[in-house]
């Protein structure tokens, strides 16, 4: 379940990103391009985002 909210949010910041490129760029206002930038940020931190190593189980030898 945990991984199909992460996608969702994922896709979401990559459309909101794009919308606000275009949105920006269409009508010159800077501030949308700027805020683009984040969204698109985010997305690239969550799609390389690493989790901790966990520890192997040992197994006893019987």
């Given at each position: 379940m945990?991984?199909?909210?992460r996608?969702?949010l994922?896709?979401?910041l990559?459309?909101g990103?794009l919308?606000?490129?275009?949105?920006?760029?269409?009508t010159g206002?800077?501030?949308?391009?700027?805020v683009?930038?984040?969204l698109?940020?985010?997305?690239?931190?969550?799609?390389?985002?690493?989790?901790?190593?966990?520890?192997?189980?040992?197994?006893?030898?019987q």
């Amino acid at each position: 379940m945990f991984n199909v909210k992460r996608v969702i949010l994922l896709i979401a910041l990559l459309m909101g990103a794009l919308l606000c490129y275009q949105a920006g760029f269409a009508t010159g206002i800077f501030v949308l391009v700027i805020v683009g930038m984040l969204l698109e940020l985010g997305f690239w931190v969550g799609i390389f985002k690493w989790e901790k190593a966990r520890p192997l189980k040992q197994v006893s030898k019987q």
